[in-house]
């Protein structure tokens, strides 16, 4: 398995078992790495507790105060340089299909067969087509 495949499927079994957005506590509804009751971003799932802190709130992956330094070691360890720059595009791609799903009239939760779900599972499904990825079905 390549090594894009595998973050997406990392990533994918996250989103999708957690059910919903990682919101921020400032209450604004901001999409977070480290959401309220214990939830994490696409990007978030990636961040050891150790490496994270509040100033990578409110920034992209592609920021100097996350970047991949920030990720877990398995994640980026053995990953080639020609690979760098595709793997970021999809770190990006997926932090935008996690924050831009949230609003407030909808709720903080994405049950199987929601409106909000089926909308994240098609994105997911184009992000996997774009990079030349399986998308397995989650029951």
């Not at 390549?2 to 059910?19: C, E, M, T, W, Y």
Request: charged share 25%; hydrophobic share 35%; net charge negative.
């Amino acid at each position: 398995m390549n090594h894009l495949q595998r973050v997406f499927d990392i990533i994918k079994s996250h989103l999708l078992a957690q059910g919903g957005p990682a919101i921020g506590g400032g209450g604004d509804g901001a999409c977070a790495y480290r959401g309220q009751d214990g939830r994490t971003c696409a990007i978030g799932c990636l961040i050891p507790d150790e490496r994270y802190h509040l100033g990578m709130e409110g920034k992209a992956v592609t920021h100097e105060d996350v970047g991949l330094s920030a990720l877990r070691s398995d994640i980026t360890d053995g990953l080639p340089d020609e690979a760098k720059l595709d793997f970021v595009d999809m770190l990006c791609e997926l932090q935008s299909a996690h924050d831009s799903w949230y609003t407030p009239d909808y709720g903080a939760d994405w049950p199987v067969g929601s409106e909000r779900r089926v909308m994240l599972e098609s994105d997911l499904k184009k992000i996997a087509e774009a990079f030349h990825l399986q998308y397995e079905v989650t029951p």
